[in-house]
């Protein structure tokens, strides 16, 4: 989920950059309020942490509701598979998704709140309208990237809680998707606590690096998991789009990253 990091100077890595999120030009050029500039690092410091939590909760508790259900079922045949994926929602799911949709829920407030920061600081150093200033800014376009992402993932999870269906195929393609953010977690959580973490910038080049190949070889198996289970299997409409929807971002944010990196050195 979400963009990847990249450790540089200039822009954010992961969710924040490394004066605490956002872009170094708006830190030095606009006058920011001491005040304003630690109320985004201490947003970005919760939503952070709230991701690593959520991450390894996902991780091994989806792994293992599925890993149980399939022990269930041994031995295994195509039709007892089936029988897994089509299933209805266990109370081990539902306990799952809700915790998921409060991660997300809040994180969409931290993300709102930093996009407002953001905007508020832009119209007070003179920018020329609003869509210039996320023209240019990288950081904001991630933080938009991560409010679509959340609300594509929260109708996912409403809806199937709501209806009791669904939940193998999200979790299995949630549990993918969480692999690779520990590098992503590990970079933002250094800059933020530069003393505690005492990482290097040639091991934050290799997390950066680890991060972007886990991203994109996750995101090109959650692809070929989309079109040949989710699309087949799935109860529920809003699974499939949703699921869409964020694969599409995930390309997208690679591109987005990949350009913003062009003009950007990193850390050698």
Request: charged letters at 15%; a positive charge.
């Amino acid at each position: 989920q979400g963009y990847p990091a990249m450790a540089s100077g200039g822009v954010g890595a992961g969710r924040a950059g490394v004066n605490g999120g956002g872009d170094v030009s708006m830190r030095t050029d606009t006058g920011t309020d001491a005040a304003v500039v630690m109320s985004d690092r201490n947003l970005t410091a919760v939503s952070t942490i709230f991701s690593a939590l959520h991450t390894v909760v996902i991780i091994f508790a989806g792994f293992a509701s599925v890993l149980s259900d399939l022990l269930h079922r041994f031995p295994w045949t195509f039709t007892g598979l089936e029988s897994l994926i089509t299933q209805k929602n266990s109370d081990l799911n539902s306990c799952l998704f809700k915790f998921s949709v409060l991660y997300y829920a809040t994180d969409c407030l931290l993300v709102v709140n930093r996009i407002y920061n953001y905007t508020k600081r832009a119209r007070k150093s003179g920018e020329k309208g609003i869509m210039l200033a996320i023209m240019n800014s990288w950081s904001i376009q991630r933080d938009f990237g991560f409010l679509l992402h959340h609300i594509l993932c929260l109708w996912g999870l409403i809806e199937s809680l709501r209806s009791g269906r669904d939940a193998c195929l999200i979790l299995i393609g949630f549990a993918v998707g969480e692999i690779s953010n520990p590098p992503r977690i590990m970079i933002t959580l250094s800059n933020l606590f530069p003393a505690a973490m005492k990482e290097t910038r040639k091991r934050k080049n290799s997390l950066a690096s680890a991060h972007l190949l886990l991203f994109m070889a996750t995101r090109v198996i959650l692809a070929k998991y989309i079109v040949s289970v989710v699309r087949v299997y799935m109860s529920l409409t809003s699974t499939l789009l949703s699921a869409l929807g964020i694969i599409l971002l995930s390309f997208l944010a690679v591109l987005i990253t990949s350009k913003a990196s062009t003009s950007q050195t990193f850390i050698v």
